[in-house]
């Protein structure tokens, strides 16, 4: 068994030594659909045996054990010719009404970019991949590991937290909507896959035949319009044993919001859509005047309220600034209200996103089919000891053991509290409620802090005083 470990450290440092590499998103991109083509071909030597008159849709001379994995194979220009003016340009140009397997390939390819220049470097890279066996089930258990890693190191290539959800978040979000077999589930801004995979260890328990394997296969689906996410996904869901990942390179928002009909309902959405991003201009033209904006993630919550089914369920994460926002956030709020039951939102302490983001933000679940009475608040709390998260010490599953005692027998308690739909109108919507168990700041009054602050300025002014006075005399 090779040390995996190692080998991902290995193809790092190679990759450090090639000039055409230029930072993290390059060598990760670079890294990935590399992995992506190794995983490939050993899965296709698993769908030789499993599927009947399988044919794969890469040509010979271009499957992985024809070109890489021979350790003294291609090498230096001549490996660098074959990687660029042959390999490349035939998987973008797949057909891909052959199969299922070329759409995928096709759609990984068509915006992937070979960075490295050095054919040499090249080979040591991929002579390192080769060693790794994706049919293992431990080496592929203990590279899912790595790829969290890798995933979290994404922080200098993204914005936003549009990459990474702590994991911890994630398998709460999931655990609370409880997924069964067979309801379709959908993240529409999925990133590198973190939910879908989640939802796929929650299901996974409850699948005891290969009919229950394929159904699962055929209901969890998400959506991502950026190329490096999406091929991150792809990977991630073929490493968690889907076949054929139902990962789509799109932006969910470019359809116009009265095209999206019956066929198009699903049971479950769980989603944290890129809050803080900006959409291309012309597209909240495709929402209703009342839902019009730029900011991503309202109009992610918009189109999340037309695609479930009655009695569909989502999780969300989103900022403070949606809960207290006005105009179209009122709006959009209102909606939200009156069509569905959110029935919980659980606030999130600062530094869960770290070092994405540190905009504070707020999970919320809601179902749809009948409108709030009311919403209950779970302030999240730090475990003893903690005053933030980071990248060393981030949110464990472990601490949302509280939410989930609380979940299904509700009380009011230090953490947890109720608001009603009649308080929610009086504020004009504004959600963002603050926990009435936790002591006031104890404040001073205005005149007492008028009084600290002047006191401050005149110390202030009497420092730069004499700092003046010490350059004056220095200068003579």
């Known amino acids: 068994m090779s040390n995996i470990t190692t080998n991902i450290k290995g193809i790092r440092d190679i990759m450090r030594k090639d000039t055409g590499v230029d930072g993290d998103a390059q060598r990760i991109s670079q890294m990935v659909w590399m992995l992506f083509m190794k995983i490939f071909a050993d899965k296709e030597e698993e769908w030789e045996i499993t599927l009947d008159n399988y044919e794969s849709p890469i040509p010979e001379n271009l499957k992985w054990q024809n070109w890489a994995a021979d350790d003294e194979g291609l090498t230096g220009d001549a490996l660098m010719d074959f990687i660029d003016n042959k390999l490349f340009p035939a998987l973008k140009d797949l057909d891909i009404t052959i199969s299922p397997q070329a759409h995928i390939i096709r759609s990984v390819f068509d915006d992937t970019y070979n960075y490295m220049k050095n054919g040499t470097l090249f080979r040591q890279v991929i002579n390192v991949i080769d060693q790794i066996d994706f049919n293992s089930t431990t080496e592929r258990h203990l590279f899912n590991d790595i790829y969290e890693t890798i995933l979290k190191e994404l922080q200098s290539a993204g914005s936003s937290g549009e990459y990474y959800t702590p994991r911890a978040v994630t398998q709460f979000m999931v655990d609370m909507i409880n997924p069964q077999l067979g309801e379709s589930v959908l993240d529409p801004a999925c990133g590198t896959g973190g939910f879908l995979t989640c939802t796929i260890d929650h299901i996974r328990e409850q699948v005891k035949t290969p009919k229950d394997r394929e159904i699962m296969q055929n209901s969890i689906r998400g959506v991502e319009k950026k190329p490096l996410p999406h091929l991150l996904c792809t990977t ?29 309902k699903l049971d479950i959405i769980v989603t944290n859509p890129p809050f803080g991003g900006v959409e291309e201009d012309g597209t909240e033209t495709n929402f209703p005047q009342k839902f019009r904006t730029k900011e991503t993630a309202d109009l992610f919550l918009a189109l999340i309220i037309k695609l479930l089914k009655n009695n569909g369920r989502c999780a969300i994460v989103l900022p403070d600034g949606t809960l207290f926002g006005e105009g179209m956030k009122t709006r959009l709020k209102e909606e939200l209200l009156e069509r569905c039951n959110l029935h919980t939102i659980v606030r999130l302490p600062n530094g869960v996103f770290n070092p994405y983001t540190s905009i504070k933000t707020n999970l919320l679940f809601f179902e749809k089919g009948t409108p709030t009475k009311d919403i209950w608040y779970f302030e999240h709390p730090y475990p003893e000891g903690v005053k933030s998260y980071n990248k060393g010490k981030p949110i464990h599953i472990k601490e949302f053991d509280l939410e989930k005692a609380w979940w299904d027998n509700r009380e009011e308690n230090e953490n947890a509290w109720k608001v009603s739909i009649d308080d929610i109108k009086k504020r004009n919507f504004n959600l963002d409620i603050k926990n009435p168990h936790q002591e006031a700041d104890d404040l001073a009054s205005p005149e007492e802090l008028l009084a600290k602050f002047e006191a401050t300025e005149k110390k202030i002014s009497s420092i730069q005083d004499e700092i003046i006075n010490v350059l004056t005399e220095a200068l003579k």
């Open 236 to 264: 991630n869901l073929m490493l968690n044993g889907f076949d054929l990942p139902a990962v789509r390179r799109d932006n969910l928002l470019s359809k116009p919001y009265a095209d999206w009909g019956a066929k198009d």
